[in-house]
Antibody, heavy 121, light 108 residues
Framework: EVQLVESGGGLVQPGGSLRLSCAAS????????MHWVRQGPGKGLEWVAR????????SYADSVRGRVTISRDNGKNTVSLQMKSLRAEDTAVYYC??????????????WGQGTTVTVSS | SNELTQPPSVSVSPGQTATITCSGDAAANQHVYWYQHKTGQAPVMVIYRDTERPSGIPERFSGSTSGTTVTLTISAVQAEDEADYYC???????????FGGGTKLTVL
């Protein structure tokens, strides 16, 4: 079964740091681009970051660039999101998602259940 | 403009047809993807590449495109279709991704 399972969410103070992880199973992980997407309370889905199959190419939303780093370990089938200088507006459910495999097909076909990050003092 | 605009809400009775639009330059220039998102669950892709339906998605879900507007149509709506629906596209060869604001579908 194709599956993505996020972990690492929790309560963190403003200005703090947190590292989210996503464990992939059921597919050949190193052949897919991977993403993080979030949903703040009462808000819509917001794309956060993307990482290439080999981990050497990344891109970020303007709202998180410079504060967030996406990385992956193809040996462990995991993708991570390191977040620093967290703000209240970073409070959200964070989803890990897999990009469609075809070149130029920019959609997300598999999603995890999400992990909740709360930034509050 | 790198925005995708959706109506905040759509309401239909069971058995009727629901149409949800998504408009913007990104919708005209790139493929659009649609997701169904129910509270507490993972989002599910219901349409890819503007008009294609993934395996396992009921035939009542369809997509169409015209100019700068793409449309998700749900025929013969069922109570289980009540959810938030998001369109999504990407720019700069996938470097920048964006979602529409979402549409809450209410089945009366």
């Amino acid at each position: 079964e194709v599956q993505l399972v996020e972990s690492g969410g929790g309560l963190v103070q403003p200005g703090g740091s947190l590292r989210l992880s996503c464990a992939a199973s059921g597919f050949t992980f190193n052949t897919f681009w991977m993403h993080w997407v979030r949903q703040g309370p009462g808000k819509g889905l917001e794309w956060v970051a993307r990482i290439h199959r080999d981990g050497f190419s990344t891109s970020y939303a303007d709202s998180v660039r410079g504060r967030v780093t996406i990385s992956r370990d193809n040996g462990k089938n995991t993708v991570s999101l390191q977040m620093k200088s967290l703000r209240a507006e970073d409070t959200a459910v964070y989803y890990c998602a897999r990009e469609l495999p075809a070149a130029g097909d920019y959609g997300l076909d598999v999603w995890g259940q999400g992990t909740t990050v709360t930034v509050s003092s | 403009s790198n925005e995708l605009t959706q109506p905040p809400s759509v309401s239909v009775s069971p058995g009727q047809t629901a149409t949800i639009t998504c408009s913007g330059d990104a919708a005209a220039n790139q493929h659009v993807y649609w997701y169904q998102h129910k509270t507490g669950q993972a989002p599910v892709m219901v349409i890819y590449r503007d008009t294609e339906r993934p395996s396992g998605i009921p035939e009542r879900f369809s997509g169409s495109t015209s100019g700068t507007t793409v449309t998700l149509t749900i025929s013969a709506v069922q109570a289980e279709d009540e959810a938030d629906y998001y369109c999504q596209s990407a720019e700069n060869s996938g470097t920048y991704w964006l979602f529409g604001g979402g549409t809450k579908l209410t089945v009366l």
